[in-house]
């Protein structure tokens, strides 16, 4: 494993795999149509193992890579995908092996020089490198401004400087790569209170918060998201807008 690797997120790989929401079917059926074959896709940082699952319904194999071992514990099991815990930068894979290289919600954490050095070396000429992440969730005008309340105001210090690339929906993140144009996708879903409640604990900044003052952060907006969403255990629609960088690696 990196020994910078900063692990984030293994203190709650259940809660990541149960509370984070499915990316929509459009945005793989479009990196499929991409990439020169459907031979073989390598998801890196793939967390709960939620992409490298979709990948392997249209690629033949999946290879599927984390610097968290518990991540990988918990991660979606099918026959052809291949998981193994290793840093962005350096994985197995032979030169020249894989047609679609995809990154959900996870490159703004790379050493991108040492990653992009290794996506050259692993991906096809022609092949398709494609990162995406998502913001806040989109509800209802007195929901979304206590989401905002805890995000900036409540954990505003606790947040790591990469999310400034969340934040500005990577337009200033370094992408060696001859862009693409992308569609426009939406993630979109169903919750409970409780539901929401749990994929906001998922939140690296929440667990930064109880780490540094010994008490959960949602605590102190609990009241006020019970009164914006009313029943709670009423469903409400809840929705994401993806941001994607898509890329195609050339001869030399």
Same mark, same amino acid.
């Given at each position: 494993?990196?020994?910078?690797?900063?692990?984030?997120?293994?203190?709650?790989?259940?809660?990541?795999?149960?509370?984070?929401?499915? @990316?929509?079917?459009?945005?793989?059926?479009?990196?499929?149509?991409?990439?020169?074959?459907?031979?073989?896709?390598?998801?890196?940082?793939?967390?709960?193992?939620?992409?490298?699952?979709?990948?392997?319904?249209?690629?033949?194999?999946? @290879?599927?890579?984390?610097?968290?071992? /518990?991540?990988?514990?918990?991660?979606?099991?099918?026959?052809?995908?291949? @998981?193994?815990?290793?840093?962005?930068?350096?994985?197995?894979?032979? /030169?020249?092996? %894989?047609? !679609?290289?995809?990154?959900? *919600?996870?490159?703004?954490?790379?050493?991108?020089?040492?990653?992009?050095?290794?996506?050259?070396? %692993?991906?096809?000429?022609?092949?398709?490198?494609?990162?995406?992440?998502?913001?806040?969730?989109?509800?209802?005008?007195?929901?979304?401004?206590?989401?905002?309340?805890?995000?900036? /105001?409540?954990?505003?210090?606790?947040?790591?400087?990469?999310?400034?690339?969340?934040?500005?929906?990577?337009?200033?993140?370094?992408?060696?790569?001859?862009?693409?144009?992308?569609? %426009?996708?939406?993630?979109?879903?169903?919750?409970?209170?409780?539901?929401?409640?749990?994929?906001? *604990?998922?939140?690296?900044?929440?667990?930064?918060?109880?780490?540094?003052?010994?008490?959960?952060?949602?605590? !102190?907006?609990?009241?006020?998201?019970?009164?914006?969403?009313?029943?709670?255990?009423?469903?409400? /629609?809840?929705?994401?807008?993806?941001?994607?960088?898509?890329?195609?690696?050339?001869?030399?």
């Amino acid at each position: 494993m990196d020994s910078d690797f900063k692990d984030r997120f293994s203190n709650h790989a259940p809660k990541y795999r149960l509370y984070r929401p499915a @990316y929509p079917d459009r945005l793989f059926s479009h990196l499929a149509s991409l990439a020169p074959s459907r031979e073989t896709a390598w998801d890196c940082a793939t967390g709960n193992g939620q992409s490298a699952a979709r990948l392997s319904e249209t690629f033949k194999q999946v @290879y599927a890579t984390d610097a968290s071992s /518990d991540q990988i514990t918990h991660a979606i099991r099918k026959p052809n995908i291949l @998981y193994s815990v290793s840093p962005a930068h350096a994985t197995a894979l032979h /030169d020249k092996s %894989v047609d !679609l290289i995809t990154v959900a *919600q996870a490159i703004h954490w790379f050493d991108n020089e040492p990653f992009y050095r290794e996506v050259r070396r %692993v991906l096809k000429t022609e092949g398709i490198i494609a990162a995406w992440a998502y913001h806040l969730p989109e509800i209802c005008p007195g929901i979304n401004r206590v989401i905002g309340h805890l995000y900036y /105001d409540i954990l505003g210090r606790f947040w790591e400087k990469e999310i400034s690339h969340i934040r500005s929906k990577y337009t200033r993140l370094f992408f060696p790569f001859e862009e693409l144009r992308s569609p %426009v996708f939406t993630m979109k879903t169903s919750w409970s209170l409780a539901q929401l409640t749990g994929h906001l *604990q998922t939140w690296s900044a929440v667990e930064t918060y109880r780490e540094k003052n010994g008490d959960d952060p949602l605590d !102190l907006v609990a009241p006020d998201l019970l009164s914006a969403w009313g029943r709670p255990s009423e469903p409400r /629609d809840v929705a994401w807008q993806i941001f994607l960088k898509t890329g195609r690696q050339r001869s030399p």
